[in-house]
């Protein structure tokens, strides 16, 4: 059915909460752009004069193709070589979302993402519809074919899911920014000690690598261990740079409204570390290496201005 130009407008009004709502979802920007084009495809199949709603219509449409990719994609999960991370968003990408509210911010983090995982797939549904865009339960309910008791209770399990893997209080920008510029220091003084004053009793560091880019399959875990990580990481090497196939920069930003470093080589993006940060250190890093999930990374990169690099590895 040839889709009218009000309904293309309509449609393209709708398509950067639909983008953000699928990522959140899927943790993947390429799925929830496939999730946001399927959804298209549905509209575009429509009868839209009997649409009453199309914002309402358009997010019904598109989580029930996000709960059938959630469904597949713990399937491939289990196969998945190493650690699974989410795609990571770089500061002004526009897929990630409403940032009015410390909910909204707080529901695209890296580290949330990452609880996420945990929950089951109506859970992650519930959390995200109603944490992140405010919708109210009736709503999600009409959504997922369930009572408004029914998602309310789904509400606050995953709510307590995700509390009880994130207890950290966050700080400001600016001390976040300080932080990281000690730690960058810290990182590039080949000693352990100044690495293990900056961190939490019990930070970890993962990665992903996807099986194309070698990463260790289990979290470092404990102060020492991940400063002993990191100490190897930044110390320079003909090895390391034969291995990455040059000397990359690294740049300081943010990815997922939380401090990140970003290391770019020839203008690629070939790896972003997400840290969290809290009052007491840093507890956490996170790091995305995969190629196949720094496509948009590397595309946001390109079209933004980031100046020199802090330093250049290797």
């Known amino acids: 059915m040839a889709l009218t130009v009000n309904d293309?407008?309509?449609?393209?009004?709708?398509?950067?909460?639909?983008?953000?709502?699928?990522?959140?979802?899927?943790?993947?920007?390429?799925?929830?752009?496939?999730?946001?084009?399927?959804?298209?495809?549905?509209?575009?199949?429509?009868?839209?004069?009997?649409?009453?709603?199309?914002?309402?219509?358009?997010?019904?449409?598109?989580?029930?193709?996000?709960?059938?990719?959630?469904?597949?994609?713990?399937?491939?999960?289990?196969?998945?070589?190493?650690?699974?991370?989410?795609?990571?968003?770089?500061a002004g990408d526009p897929m990630l979302g409403p940032a009015d509210t410390a909910e909204q911010r707080e529901s695209v983090s890296y580290a949330v993402l990452a609880l996420m995982e945990r929950l089951t797939p109506n859970e992650r549904v519930v959390y995200v519809l109603r944490e992140a865009f405010g919708h109210p339960h009736r709503r999600i309910a009409e959504i997922l074919d369930i009572t408004e008791a029914a998602s309310?209770?789904?509400?606050?399990?995953?709510?307590?899911?995700v509390a009880e893997g994130r207890t950290r209080t966050e700080v400001d920008g600016a001390a976040?920014?300080?932080?990281?510029?000690?730690?960058?220091?810290?990182?590039?003084?080949?000693?352990?000690?100044?690495?293990?004053?900056?961190?939490?009793?019990?930070?970890?560091?993962?990665?992903?690598?996807?099986?194309?880019?070698?990463?260790?399959?289990?979290?470092?875990?404990?102060?020492?261990?991940?400063?002993?990580?990191?100490?190897?990481?930044?110390?320079?090497?003909?090895?390391?740079?034969?291995?990455?196939?040059?000397?990359?920069?690294?740049?300081v930003t943010t990815a997922n409204n939380t401090p990140a470093l970003v290391v770019v080589l020839d203008g690629r993006v070939i790896g972003v570390m997400c840290m969290e940060i809290g009052t007491d250190g840093i507890a956490a890093f996170r790091s995305q290496a995969n190629p196949d999930k720094l496509a948009r990374a590397t595309r946001h990169w390109a079209a933004s201005d980031h100046g020199e690099p802090l330093l250049v590895m290797f």
């Open 152 to 161: 309310q209770q789904i509400f606050h399990r995953a709510k307590k899911h």
């Open 8 to 90: 293309m407008d309509r449609f393209k009004a709708a398509m950067p909460r639909l983008e953000a709502i699928a990522y959140r979802l899927l943790g993947s920007a390429s799925d929830a752009e496939d999730a946001v084009q399927d959804t298209f495809l549905r509209w575009q199949a429509a009868d839209t004069e009997r649409i009453e709603v199309p914002e309402a219509w358009l997010t019904k449409v598109l989580t029930h193709l996000c709960l059938n990719q959630l469904t597949s994609a713990r399937a491939r999960r289990e196969t998945y070589v190493g650690q699974w991370l989410p795609e990571p968003l770089l």
């Open 176 to 251: 976040a920014r300080r932080i990281v510029d000690e730690f960058l220091a810290a990182a590039t003084s080949g000693r352990t000690e100044p690495l293990v004053r900056l961190l939490t009793g019990d930070a970890i560091a993962l990665g992903d690598g996807g099986g194309k880019v070698p990463a260790r399959t289990k979290a470092f875990e404990g102060a020492l261990a991940v400063a002993t990580f990191i100490r190897g990481l930044f110390k320079p090497g003909r090895a390391k740079r034969a291995l990455v196939g040059g000397s990359p920069g690294v740049f």
